[in-house]
T-cell receptor, first 113, second 110 residues
Framework: NAGVTQTPKFQVLKTGQSMTLQCAQD?????MYWYRQDPGMGLRLIYY???????DKGEVPNGYNVSRLNKREFSLRLESAAPSQTSVYFC????????????FGPGTRLTVT | RKEVEQDPGPFNVPEGATVAFNCTYS??????FFWYRQDCRKEPKLLMS???SGNEDGRFTAQLNRASQYISLLIRDSKLSDSATYLC???????????FGDGTTLTVKP
């Protein structure tokens, strides 16, 4: 099992460009999450999907959109990147909601210039 | 007040020392609790779950104090490899998501 995979690992964007971060899990988990982590800071939840077909905003959703494509895949889109979105983005999944352990992907390091 | 609060540290301890971290939470109805470990520039990984009766895994002991609304992590006989950031996680009942603390940084020195 690969666990949680994320692509790309690194990305540099110019202000105003758009991109989609991809996340997939092979553990048959129901819930998936997108976090960002700024240097020296904690994780902040952007969006989550408690189950296939549902998505909800987290703590910092502005400037992002998500799609739960199917049970395996959960993508994060930046429509018009800003320097404030420079961060490390982690995708995670869990069996069902917050009660269970979350498994994280290796992260995408995004720089917006 | 933050839902979950941790002392950010850093905690700098010599090898072999015993060190303890606390994490306080505001929602008294919270039902499940975890400690994660995050190495520099890596993804967080589960260290251990925290049960009402407390639990131990080798040199690591986690405890829950519901009355005072905090969880703790005790590391005995610290190793250089224990250097990392430790994140506590608190889950309200029926929540679709978890609440992470900002982490406590530990550096173990020779």
């Amino acid at each position: 099992n690969a666990g949680v995979t994320q692509t790309p690992k690194f990305q540099v964007l110019k202000t105003g460009q758009s991109m989609t971060l991809q996340c997939a899990q092979d553990m048959n988990h129901n819930s998936m999450y997108w976090y960002r982590q700024d240097p020296g800071m904690g994780l902040r939840l952007i969006y989550y999907s408690a189950s296939e077909g549902t998505t909800d905003k987290g703590e910092v959703p502005n400037g992002y959109n998500v799609s739960r494509l199917n049970k395996r895949e959960f993508s994060l889109r930046l429509e018009s990147a800003a320097p404030s979105q420079t961060s490390v983005y982690f995708c995670a999944s869990s069996e069902l909601g917050g009660t269970y352990e979350q498994y994280f992907g290796p992260g995408t390091r995004l720089t917006v210039t | 007040r933050k839902e979950v609060e941790q002392d950010p540290g850093p905690f700098n301890v010599p090898e072999g020392a015993t060190v303890a971290f606390n994490c306080t939470y505001s929602n008294s109805a919270s039902q499940s609790f975890f400690w994660y470990r995050q190495d520099c520039r890596k993804e967080p990984k589960l260290l251990m779950s925290v049960y009402s009766s407390g639990n131990e895994d080798g040199r690591f002991t986690a405890q829950l104090n519901r009355a005072s609304q905090y969880i703790s992590l005790l590391i005995r006989d610290s190793k250089l490899s224990d250097s990392a950031t430790y994140l506590c996680v608190v889950n309200p009942p029926n929540a679709g998501k978890s609440t992470f603390g900002d982490g406590t940084t530990l550096t173990v020195k020779p």
